[in-house]
């Protein structure tokens, strides 16, 4: 646990704990250092002590005076109840500011920027560094480390951003506003035609323009139709949708939604409509597969009209077009309605500013090295220009289109596929065209300082985040992804749920759906900042890695009452820590040993690891049959702590004996976030 966190949690200023935490021996540097649990314990009784002698001056200043031989010249006015409160409510206010606070800065770091950022003079930054032994004088450049020395003595944690994330920190250019092309992402169930409905586009149109050149996968293409272009990411599905937004690089306008009119709405199709409407692009729907027999194009229309996607020609805004990507029928129709609702949107980029834009694909090619393809946000991009994006940096040798035509300048909403970059740049980072390969690379290596220390403060969504909202804000929406194992628990959960509101905090459950969680769950929650709560469900195996990696809270439960209880708990804001439950492997039981008191399951490990402190669930035919402890693990007749994927153990689960050949033995453990 962080020492800030401590602070909060004990409820008094971080100053006071580092002092308090100094005089029993425990010396706190900074705010983001973690703090073992013998230390978290010292530090709590010597609080707690030091409160309760408090808590008895108090006590005897409140009881009444007795006489004394001094003079008083004028009677003390008593004290009332009233007065009491009040002077107990400014202390709380004092308290409150002098909890932890942010700023943000950006590299260079200055003896001046760090003073405005702190609200304080310049001499101060310098006296506090000439105090710990640190000469240095108006004009010098700060690291991180001496900027967090001053930090400290105002109770306050760095963030460092990066130079083009700062606002502001651009220099005026000149600005020349210009209508552009939509940029279309197809999404919807899988087998419901995305694939087919891009390559039907492709054939049809591109081949209208210039001949010559073969066409290539590069992640997008552009068409030309009635005279206009459109821009179409040749990634379908919401994975690469989110997983973009989830970096903050929205690249996508419109959104065309396939749904087959024999199949109708499917779990994917719920989750591609919650990941387009938490991003709030606008949505078309496209309804494919009109010519099949079993076709039933009005029930798909009642089902989407429950998910908020009402017809136009029902009253609503939601424009619906039935289509055939197979036989190519009404395609034209939905690309007039692209251009129909692009038009409403007023798309515009500047032209004349510095170029930047969005990184959609990269990879290694082993003839031209690192290659990216990129849909140009502003300005126009041209070889020889110098870049960065994100961590690398590079200066465009080449740029190609989907037909491996070479270009000579791409304006914005056009795809174009780069060369001359010195790694592999990541999906979703931003390229920003600057003066000359030096300063790009300058910038590039403070980004991968930025990113370096950013991670150390884990500052990703959690309840810490929730609190400090309830103070900053009336009232805060609390996003919510919901898994469940069956329809009827869903909507059970659902309507539980809602009633949990307070006039501070109100769930939004953005998505739900059955299954396990997925790592398309995890990036949406990345995206809009939500938890995710399982009932009675699993994690798949990339989410657990992604979990992981992202800090995101994540919730299981098999009982609602717990997870209701859980949820309350974090609304009224009780939690001061998450405490979750992971999966941490499966075993699958190959035979059966009888022994003296019970029996024995030698199993063979599936996934993960099993270990010996590990909570077990058996399955039998998919359904739950016991849930306990191990009792013994053992391998080859020794006791072992854990037995990993790919070996064979004996387990004896404590008070079960009904072990049968072919049950499923899932391990978990319980354990906290920070």
């Known amino acids: 646990m962080k020492a800030h966190e401590i602070s909060k949690v004990l409820n008094i200023p971080f100053k006071q704990l580092k002092e308090m935490a100094q005089e029993i021996d425990i010396i706190i540097k900074s705010p983001n250092q973690n703090l073992t649990d013998e230390q978290i314990e010292k530090i709590e009784k010597f609080v707690n002590k030091n409160n309760s002698n408090n808590i008895t001056q108090i006590e005897i200043i409140d009881k009444p005076m007795e006489k004394t031989t001094e003079i008083i010249e004028k009677p003390q006015k008593e004290i009332t109840q009233k007065e009491i409160e009040k002077e107990q409510e400014v202390i709380g206010k004092k308290e409150t500011e002098e909890e932890i606070k942010e700023i943000e800065l950006t590299f260079p770091i200055t003896v001046d920027s760090l003073a405005e950022a702190l609200k304080i003079h310049p001499n101060q930054v310098i006296q506090i560094l000439f105090s710990k032994g640190h000469l240095i004088n108006k004009n010098s450049s700060l690291?991180?480390?001496?900027?967090?020395?001053?930090?400290?003595?105002?109770?306050?944690?760095?963030?460092?951003?990066?130079?083009?994330?700062?606002?502001?920190?651009e220099e005026e250019e000149e600005e020349v506003w210009v209508p552009r092309p939509p940029v279309v992402t197809i999404m919807g169930h899988v087998d419901h035609?995305?694939?087919?409905?891009?390559?039907?586009?492709?054939?049809?149109?591109?081949?209208?323009?210039?001949?010559?050149?073969?066409?290539?996968?590069?992640?997008?293409?552009?068409?030309?139709?009635?005279?206009?272009?459109?821009?179409?990411?040749?990634?379908?599905?919401?994975?690469?949708?989110?997983?973009?937004?989830?970096?903050?690089?929205?690249?996508?306008?419109?959104?065309?939604?396939?749904?087959?009119?024999?199949?109708?709405?499917?779990?994917?199709?719920?989750?591609?409509?919650?990941?387009a409407k938490a991003a709030g692009v606008p949505i078309i729907v496209a309804i494919n597969k009109i010519d099949k027999p079993n076709a039933n194009i009005d029930r798909v229309k009642n089902q989407l009209v429950t998910y908020g996607l009402i017809p136009e020609e029902w009253g609503g805004q939601t424009p619906f077009v039935e289509i055939s990507a197979k036989a190519g029928k009404n395609i034209n129709?939905?690309?007039?309605?692209?251009?129909?609702?692009?038009?409403?949107?007023?798309?515009?980029?500047?032209?004349?500013?510095k170029p930047e834009g969005i990184v959609i694909e990269s990879k290694l090619d082993k003839n031209r090295g690192p290659v990216a393809?990129?849909?140009?946000?502003?300005?126009?991009?041209?070889?020889?220009?110098?870049?960065?994006?994100?961590?690398?940096?590079?200066?465009?040798?080449?740029?190609?289109?989907?037909?491996?035509?070479?270009?000579?300048?791409?304006?914005?909403?056009?795809?174009?596929?780069?060369?001359?970059?010195?790694?592999?740049?990541?999906?979703?980072?931003?390229?920003?065209?600057?003066?000359?390969?030096?300063?790009?690379?300058?910038?590039?290596?403070?980004?991968?300082?930025i990113e370096e220390y950013n991670k150390k403060l884990s500052k990703s969504f959690s309840i810490q985040d929730i609190l400090s909202?309830?103070?900053?804000?009336?009232?805060?929406?609390?996003?919510?992804?919901?898994?469940?194992?069956?329809?009827?628990?869903?909507?059970?959960?659902?309507?539980?749920?809602?009633?949990?509101?307070?006039?501070?905090?109100?769930?939004?459950?953005?998505?739900?759906?059955?299954?396990?969680?997925?790592?398309?769950?995890?990036?949406?929650?990345?995206?809009?900042?939500?938890c995710i709560f399982g009932f009675n469900t699993k994690i798949e195996a990339n989410a657990k890695k992604l979990i992981e990696k992202e800090n995101i809270p994540v919730y299981l439960h098999n009982i609602i009452y717990e997870l209701i209880e859980n949820l309350k708990k974090m609304i009224?804001?009780?939690?001061?820590?998450?405490?979750?439950?992971?999966?941490?492997?499966?075993?699958?039981?190959?035979?059966?040993?009888?022994?003296?008191?019970?029996?024995?399951?030698?199993?063979?490990?599936?996934?993960?690891?099993?270990?010996?402190?590990?909570?077990?669930?058996?399955?039998?035919?998919?359904?739950?049959?016991?849930e306990g402890k191990i009792e013994s693990l053992r391998r080859f007749q020794e006791d072992v702590k854990e037995v990993i994927q790919g070996y064979e153990c004996g387990i004896k689960i404590k008070d079960f004996n009904d072990i049968q050949v072919g049950d499923i033995i899932r391990a978990f453990i319980k354990t906290t976030k920070e």
């Open 572 to 626: 009224e804001g009780q939690t001061k820590q998450e405490e979750i439950e992971v999966e941490i492997g499966e075993a699958q039981v190959k035979q059966v040993f009888k022994v003296k008191n019970g029996k024995v399951a030698g199993c063979y490990v599936l996934t993960g690891k099993i270990t010996r402190d590990s909570k077990v669930i058996v399955e039998r035919n998919r359904e739950k049959v016991f």
């Open 469 to 530: 909202k309830l103070h900053n804000e009336d009232t805060f929406l609390l996003n919510i992804i919901l898994k469940a194992d069956t329809q009827g628990s869903l909507e059970a959960l659902k309507a539980v749920i809602e009633k949990t509101a307070t006039d501070k905090v109100k769930p939004n459950i953005i998505h739900s759906a059955i299954g396990n969680i997925s790592d398309s769950d995890v990036l949406l929650a990345k995206a809009s900042n939500a």
């Open 333 to 353: 129709t939905l690309l007039e309605i692209i251009l129909l609702v692009a038009e409403l949107m007023e798309l515009k980029a500047n032209i004349a500013g």
């Open 373 to 449: 393809t990129v849909i140009v946000k502003k300005g126009i991009l041209k070889p020889g220009m110098a870049f960065y994006v994100g961590k690398t940096w590079g200066k465009i040798r080449a740029m190609y289109n989907e037909r491996g035509q070479q270009l000579k300048e791409a304006p914005p909403s056009t795809p174009v596929e780069i060369i001359g970059i010195a790694q592999v740049p990541t999906a979703g980072e931003k390229l920003v065209v600057v003066e000359n390969e030096k300063i790009a690379k300058e910038i590039a290596i403070e980004n991968q300082k």
């Open 143 to 169: 690291t991180v480390e001496l900027a967090e020395e001053v930090a400290i003595e105002f109770n306050t944690l760095i963030r460092l951003k990066s130079r083009d994330e700062v606002k502001g920190f």
């Open 193 to 275: 035609g995305k694939t087919t409905l891009l390559d039907t586009i492709r054939k049809t149109n591109v081949a209208s323009l210039e001949a010559g050149g073969i066409t290539q996968h590069i992640g997008a293409y552009q068409i030309e139709f009635m005279g206009k272009k459109i821009t179409f990411i040749d990634t379908p599905g919401h994975e690469a949708f989110t997983s973009l937004r989830a970096r903050g690089a929205l690249a996508t306008d419109i959104v065309i939604l396939v749904v087959a009119a024999d199949d109708g709405v499917m779990p994917q199709t719920i989750e591609a409509i919650n990941h």
